[in-house]
């Protein structure tokens, strides 16, 4: 099945520095990617949708300077979260969009990031 | 916007016995219904999913009944296992993937 490579799979830092997360579609090129983030126990919460070459657009509440999305091509998008604080710290996980007919989501395997 | 109901927020059973997740949704443009399967800190699987053109959807031991006028669809686990204990996620997407709304999820456990 299609598969969606995310990474690191884990991130330790400390609070002010950036962390850059990739999620890359290995055998099919997603159109639109989706970002999460998962505290424990709980749902998974959009923070924003990308599409191919456009800007992405970012739920309510998420600051877009802060989670820096790019997606500069059908399989490869990337979030940078900035000057990251504890509060910060939570499960980020990516999902990639196969279009066509039978479309459907495929999910990174997540980056646990705690920021010191 | 979109607003997915799921219940219950736990489910336990015994080995053997069956499960079932009810999720609502409210918008009537939402037509493909995945459910996923979340294991502790790992990714979401896909385990099953219906498109609104179909009422029913079988796979093995579990199944999907979708409900178009009541705007509500189930997961159905038959013959549970233990290592079918995790949690399980519904979502609701319209065409285009433009809106694609995740329930809060059900943790399942099944006790030998």
């Known amino acids: 099945g299609a598969v969606v490579s995310q990474h690191p799979s884990r991130v330790i830092c400390k609070s002010g520095t950036s962390v850059k997360i990739e999620c890359r579609s290995l055998?099919?090129?997603?159109?639109?990617m989706f970002w999460y983030r998962q505290f424990p126990k709980q749902s998974l919460m959009l923070m924003a949708t990308?599409?191919?070459?456009?800007?992405?657009?970012?739920e309510q509440g998420v600051e877009k300077d802060k989670f820096l999305i790019n997606h500069a091509s059908l399989t490869l998008s990337t979030l940078t979260v900035t000057s990251a604080h504890p509060e910060d710290s939570s499960f980020y996980i990516c999902?990639?969009?196969?279009?066509?007919?039978?479309?459907?989501?495929?999910f990174g395997s997540g980056t646990q990031l705690s920021v010191l | 916007g979109e607003n997915v109901e799921q219940h219950p927020s736990t489910l336990s059973v015994q080995e053997g016995d069956s499960a079932v997740i009810k999720c609502t949704y409210s918008d009537s443009a939402s037509n493909y219904f995945p459910w996923y399967k979340q294991e502790l800190g790992k990714r979401p699987q896909l385990i099953i999913d219906?498109?609104?053109?179909?009422g029913e959807k079988k796979d093995q031991r579990i199944a999907v009944t979708l409900n178009k006028t009541a705007k509500h669809f189930s997961l159905h686990i038959t013959e549970t296992q233990p290592e079918d204990s995790a949690v399980y996620f519904c979502?609701?997407?319209?065409?285009?993937?433009?809106?694609?709304?995740f329930g809060k999820g059900t943790m399942l456990l099944v006790s030998p």
């Open positions: 990308s599409n191919e070459g456009s800007k992405a657009t970012y």
């Open positions: 979502a609701a997407v319209n065409s285009g993937y433009s809106t694609l709304t």
């Open positions: 219906i498109r609104s053109n179909v």
């Open positions: 999902s990639g969009r196969r279009g066509g007919q039978n479309e459907k989501l495929f």
């Open positions: 055998d099919f090129q997603a159109t639109t």
